[in-house]
């Protein structure tokens, strides 16, 4: 097959490690996971125990209105919803956050459930600014993903789903360097299409784009999605920005090598992937990893 290629190993940017066995992930190509809503304690014993080999990132619980998504849901503990009520609330519990080792600040705007205001909104981006981490959203119903995006988050949880965004959102989205990460295998039927749209529209307009599975929500492997590398193909990511899209940062040290060609497009990319082998293991951190 040619000279082995390497790469240095799946990165998947949304999994809730608190709903699968962290443990299957021993030995295999993912190599990195940012765990995006849980309780603290839980999330940093789960990444102090996270199998050799796989680097874990936690943002921490999600900040939401009183009530707000995901509150009441069964499979979110009471310590993965932190309630805001005012401002103060908000720069506190960012605090609390960031000096338990957080990568980022997660933020959940559900128009089906109470939503934070705009006032408190801006008041957690600030926050978590001034201690240099980003805002991660998770939006749903209509007008969450322009509100988050205007606000000036850093990051979408979610690939939008639930609305068609204009055009002038999606600029607004690439001016400000903004990353979205995938997670379109979650959805199906109509749902699945608006969001291969709306993100085949911002990639091409030279949006950032990070494949991420929502790992744990729903039965979905504990390694790669296969079927989430085939919808990033569908949306038009091929070459090196789907490779930086998996993987990260390409310049990190390789983990992975395969017979394979460097691939191309996500279905070379698969077959990558079934047949590479580890080549190294860097050791696990719960950290912040940069």
Request: hydrophobic share 45%.
């Amino acid at each position: 097959m040619g000279v082995p290629t390497r790469l240095p190993g799946v990165v998947d940017h949304h999994v809730h490690l608190g709903l699968v066995d962290a443990g299957l992930l021993s030995g295999g190509r993912v190599c990195e996971v940012h765990d995006l809503g849980w309780d603290l304690d839980a999330v940093r014993a789960i990444a102090a125990t996270a199998p050799t080999g796989v680097r874990v990132r936690y943002a921490g619980p999600f900040h939401t209105a009183v009530g707000g998504y995901p509150s009441g849901r069964a499979w979110a503990p009471a310590g993965a919803v932190v309630g805001l009520r005012d401002t103060h609330e908000a720069r506190e519990a960012v605090a609390r956050a960031a000096a338990s080792g957080v990568f980022a600040i997660k933020v959940a705007l559900n128009a089906h459930m109470p939503l934070l205001g705009d006032e408190l909104l801006v008041a957690v981006i600030e926050a978590a600014r001034a201690r240099g981490l980003p805002v991660i959203a998770h939006t749903e119903g209509p007008g969450q993903a322009g509100r988050a995006i205007r606000a000036g988050v850093a990051v979408l949880a979610h690939t939008p789903w639930d609305e068609r965004l204009e055009p002038e959102l999606i600029d607004a989205c690439v001016s400000a360097g903004m990353r979205w990460i995938s997670t379109l295998a979650i959805h199906d039927g109509p749902a699945r299409a608006i969001a291969i749209d709306n993100l085949g529209r911002f990639h091409a307009a030279g949006g950032r784009v990070s494949y991420g599975t929502d790992m744990g929500n729903g039965d979905q492997p504990v390694a790669v999605n296969a079927a989430e590398l085939e919808l990033l193909g569908e949306a038009g990511l091929a070459g090196e920005r789907l490779l930086e899209a998996v993987c990260g940062e390409l310049a990190r040290e390789p983990v992975l090598e395969s017979p394979h060609p460097r691939p191309r497009d996500s279905a070379e990319l698969i077959a990558w992937l079934s047949d590479c082998r580890r080549i190294g293991a860097p050791e696990a951190r719960s950290a912040v990893l940069g």
